[in-house]
Each structure stands twice: as structure tokens, then as C-alpha cells.
């Protein structure tokens, strides 16, 4: 997650506040079953009204102050993750629009849309989701443990053997999340082609009649996507029911070992009942994690895809005279043996040789396919050449980066 980290290292005084405040707020949550605890046990005794009522206002208080802790948390922690957000979409758009045609195509626009779209907000889910449960749930756990284990270790650690079983499975599970993730958000990708190619080609679909078949095309995609989110989906379903399982099971032990201490003198009703309070809040915890771990592979497939487009290396530079020398020429626009592949398989375009005189005009006729729109691309430099020469007049500026290219404007051809 290192992506994520890079965006909220500028927000860093932000994140403190919201951890200290949530912080704050889960340990006066944590208080609460052992006054109740306290009240039982010695208050209820005495038969003083003025100490019940004592004591259960500093039960409301506690309330109060982790209820108003844990709003003000949770609205800082929205802020800071909309800020973040903001910025690595920012970064993801601006980079977008940089790359080049050949990095275009690699990505696919589909692809790209979704990355922009899809993959943004699983991070800001997470993000925000990590800042309100990723600090509560883990103090909780942990504090809830403490605390337990003070009140009555035997029973505190039928509850703690429950616990490495849980994660190691939630850990198992998650590893096998994010590449079954990753295969959904591809199979994203696929559905986002199509229907963006339908919608911008809505009429001549319809021209040509072709709604079936452009609707089985969509079935086929919209199918392979049910199939990854199911099979994510199953896989990582598996975590809750396990969880509650164990922690079921844990509670059942809990019980009959209760029973038997309080019977035995060696245990407290009160300390009981703060107990499985403190169990329940362990549980939920527990709960909250697992929660975090599917939320977690979910934004770690994303930020992945994110970081693709972020890292990508600029392959259109600029090069320098002495390693591509001009070539003397008296004419505006000059193909020398230029050669091109899209894929750098088979040759889309080969050997192609032509001259243009200033203010001269050129006309290109071919069928769909011959290259007549890879020409003009090539002439516009969105894509660099794969073989061949160029010429350009001293007036016009640099801007050749592998083999050679050449300089003009298209308004020089006329494709037919």
C-alpha cells in the first residue's frame, strides 16, 4: 500500500488528530461494561442510591465523550481521505492524459475509465473505512483482551485461543482475495470497452441492424464478469462464517466455564456479565477486521492498476541533434522507407516513401485498414516510427525521439 501511504504523508498531522481522537473515544467505550462491572460488584451492595446514580452518570459521561469523539473522528477522517482521494485522482487524470498513443492502446481506454472510476473509490472506501474501524477495531480487540484478562485470566484465555485461528485464516483467505480482485477489475475493463464502443457507435449499429449481435457480445462480457465477482466473492465469503464460528464456539466454552467458577466461589456473577459484554465487543471487533482484510484486497488489486499508470515511463522523448543528425532536403515533408507496427509483431505500414512540397497537397486512397489513419498519426508523431529516415526544414522545431520522423502539419494530406 505504499501508493496510499505516498498520498497521506502530506496529511500526516491530519492522520495524528484523527487517531488520537479515535483513540480516546475506544478506550471510554472500553470502560463502560467494567463500571458496570464495579456497580454490580460493590455499589449494589451498600444499597446507596446517590452511589448508583453516581456511578451511572459516569456511565453516561463516558458515553457522551466516546459518542463525540468518535463524530468528530469520523468527519476529520472523512475529510482527510476526500483530500487524498482528490489528489491521486488529480495525479491519475493528469498522468492519463500524458501518455502516449502506443501507452494509450497498451492500457486500453476501457481500461483507464475504470481506473479512474472504479479503482479511485475502492482506495477511498478503504481509506475512509481503515481511519473509523482500522483504529477502533484494533484497540478494542486488544484493550478488550487487557481488560479480561485482569478480571478473570481462565476465562480470558479460552477467548484469546479463538484468535490466532481467526486470523490466520483471515490472513489465508485475503492472499487468495487480491488476485481473484484483480481478475474482476480486468473483467471490468472488458464490459467498459464494449459499452463504451456501443454507445459511441449507437447509429451505425443501428444502421447496419446489428443490436443482437452487439447484445450477445455484451452477454458474453457481462457473464465473464459474474463469474470472477462470484468466485471473489465466495472466497472471501468464507472469512465471516468462520469467524463466528470460532467465536461462537469460544463463547459456548466461556459459558460452561463461567458456570462452573461461579459455582466453585472462584468466579463473580458481575465479573460474568462484564465478561461477555467485553467478549461481545471482542467479537465485533474481530468482525471488523475480517471486514477490513476483504476491503483490503479489494484497494490493494486497485492500487496496484493505479500505480501501473502512475510509474509508466514517458517513451516519447526528445532527442538530441547529434543522435539524430537532420537530413538535407529543400522539400516540407519527406517519408523515407518508414516502417510502423502497432504491436511490434507484423508491419502495419512498410517501406513508405514520400515528398511534399511546401504548400504542396498529397492524396491517400485505400480501403478500410490499409493505414491512410495510421499515416496521419505517424505524421502527427503520436506514435514513433518503427524503421525509416526523416527531413524537416530548420524552421520547424525538434521533435523526433527514436528512428527518424519528420515535421509538417497534416493539412498537407488528404485522405480519402
Known amino acids: 500500500m505504499k501508493l496510499i501511504m505516498r498520498?497521506?504523508?502530506?496529511?500526516?498531522?491530519?492522520?495524528?488528530?484523527?487517531?488520537?481522537?479515535?483513540?480516546?473515544?475506544?478506550?471510554?467505550?472500553?470502560?463502560?461494561?467494567?463500571?458496570?462491572?464495579?456497580?454490580?460488584?460493590?455499589?449494589?451492595?451498600?444499597?446507596?442510591?446517590?452511589?448508583?446514580?453516581?456511578?451511572?452518570?459516569?456511565?453516561?459521561?463516558?458515553?457522551?465523550?466516546?459518542?463525540?469523539?468518535?463524530?468528530?473522528?469520523?468527519?476529520?477522517?472523512?475529510?482527510?481521505?476526500r483530500t487524498a482521494i482528490e489528489k491521486l485522482r488529480k495525479d491519475l487524470f493528469d498522468k492519463t492524459i500524458r501518455l502516449s498513443a502506443s501507452q494509450t492502446d497498451k492500457f486500453t481506454i476501457a481500461s483507464l475509465e475504470a481506473?479512474?472510476?472504479?479503482?479511485?473509490?475502492?482506495?477511498?472506501?478503504?481509506?475512509?473505512?481503515?481511519?473509523r474501524m482500522g483504529i477502533r477495531q484494533p484497540i478494542m480487540l486488544l484493550g478488550g483482551v487487557l481488560i479480561t484478562l485482569f478480571m478473570d485470566a481462565h476465562l480470558a484465555l479460552v477467548m484469546i485461543a479463538m484468535v490466532p485461528i481467526v486470523f490466520v485464516v483471515v490472513c489465508f483467505i485475503s492472499m487468495k482475495g487480491v488476485p481473484l480482485y484483480t481478475k474482476v477489475q480486468h473483467s471490468v475493463d472488458g464490459m467498459t470497452r464494449v459499452v463504451r464502443e456501443d454507445v459511441s457507435g449507437i447509429r451505425v449499429i443501428k444502421a447496419l441492424s446489428k443490436e443482437n449481435y452487439e447484445q450477445n457480445r455484451y452477454d458474453v462480457t457481462n457473464k465473464a464478469l459474474v463469474k470472477d465477482e462470484k468466485k471473489a466473492s465466495i472466497t472471501m465469503g468464507l472469512v465471516n462464517p468462520i469467524m463466528t464460528l470460532s467465536m461462537n464456539l469460544g463463547i459456548v466454552v466461556v459459558v460452561v466455564l463461567a458456570a462452573y467458577r461461579i459455582q466453585g466461589g472462584t468466579s463473580a456473577p458481575e465479573t460474568v456479565i462484564a465478561f461477555m459484554q467485553y467478549f461481545t465487543l471482542i467479537s465485533n471487533?474481530?468482525?471488523?477486521?475480517?471486514?477490513?482484510?476483504?476491503?483490503?484486497?479489494?484497494?490493494?488489486?486497485?492500487?496496484?492498476?493505479?500505480?501501473?499508470?502512475?510509474t509508466s515511463e514517458e517513451d516519447l522523448r526528445v532527442a538530441d541533434k547529434s543522435e539524430y543528425p537532420d537530413i538535407e532536403t529543400d522539400k516540407h515533408i519527406v517519408f523515407r522507407n518508414v516502417s510502423f507496427s502497432y504491436e511490434?509483431?507484423?508491419?502495419?505500414?512498410?517501406?513508405?516513401?514520400?515528398?511534399?512540397?511546401?504548400?504542396?497537397?498529397?492524396?491517400?486512397?485505400g480501403a478500410t485498414g490499409s493505414g491512410k489513419s495510421t499515416l496521419i498519426k505517424l505524421l502527427m508523431r503520436f506514435y514513433d516510427v518503427t524503421d525509416g529516415r526523416r527531413s524537416r526544414p530548420e524552421n520547424l522545431p525538434e521533435r523526433k525521439a527514436l528512428h527518424s520522423l519528420w515535421q509538417c502539419d497534416a493539412e498537407r494530406f488528404s485522405v480519402c
Open 115 to 131: 481506473r479512474i472510476t472504479t479503482d479511485t473509490y475502492n482506495i477511498r472506501h478503504f481509506l475512509g473505512t481503515m481511519q
Open 7 to 81: 498520498y497521506l504523508k502530506p496529511l500526516k498531522g491530519s492522520l495524528a488528530i484523527v487517531l488520537m481522537l479515535k483513540s480516546l473515544g475506544t478506550i471510554a467505550e472500553l470502560a463502560l461494561p467494567y463500571i458496570l462491572s464495579y456497580i454490580l460488584g460493590s455499589i449494589v451492595v451498600r444499597e446507596s442510591i446517590s452511589q448508583i446514580l453516581l456511578w451511572g452518570g459516569l456511565m453516561v459521561v463516558f458515553s457522551v465523550v466516546a459518542w463525540g469523539l468518535n463524530v468528530t473522528a469520523n468527519r476529520r477522517s472523512e475529510l482527510l481521505t
Open 285 to 310: 471487533a474481530l468482525m471488523g477486521v475480517t471486514r477490513l482484510f476483504v476491503m483490503f484486497t479489494k484497494a490493494e488489486a486497485s492500487s496496484k492498476r493505479i500505480n501501473e499508470v502512475l
Open 344 to 365: 511490434g509483431k507484423k508491419n502495419n505500414l512498410e517501406n513508405i516513401n514520400l515528398e511534399i512540397e511546401r504548400g504542396g497537397t498529397l492524396g491517400v486512397i
